[in-house]
């Protein structure tokens, strides 16, 4: 019996098993709604420096621009924080479809790490 080859791993950084909730904001691509935006509540299920793994109700086109928006807790209002941490850009790279929901891997436009200098 032959050993197969291990898969070379891809990812530059690791990823943390997270579950954060986000506002997603993107473009509907439907004809006679183009430029409309979407807006929908999702689940990051991982995340990384360099993109995310996100669970959503609506599925997103391949390649799609994305903003996304973590919500900050209500006592957090006090307290001055930067906008880089708060919104994100990043495009889809990978849609699976699933019965209820689509799991939808992100790549950050920036890496986290750059966001928080």
């Known amino acids: 019996m ?3 080859k291990a898969v070379e791993e891809r990812r530059q950084w690791p990823r943390l098993p997270v579950a954060i909730p986000m506002f997603v904001r993107s473009r509907s691509e439907k004809v006679g709604e183009e430029n409309k935006e979407i807006l929908e509540f999702a689940s990051a299920l991982n995340i990384s420096a360099g993109g995310a793994l996100l669970a959503t109700r609506r599925a997103l086109p391949l390649f799609a621009r994305v903003s996304l928006e973590i919500p900050t807790a209500p006592f957090a209002n006090d307290i ?3 906008k880089s941490c708060h919104i994100l850009q990043a495009r889809a790279v990978r ?3 699933a019965e ?5 891997g992100l790549k ?3 890496k986290l790490t750059e966001n928080l200098s």
């Open 100 to 104: 209820g929901y689509h799991l939808v």
């Open 80 to 82: 001055e924080l930067p």
């Open 95 to 97: 849609v699976t479809h």
């Open 2 to 4: 032959k050993k197969t």
């Open 108 to 110: 950050f436009a920036a």
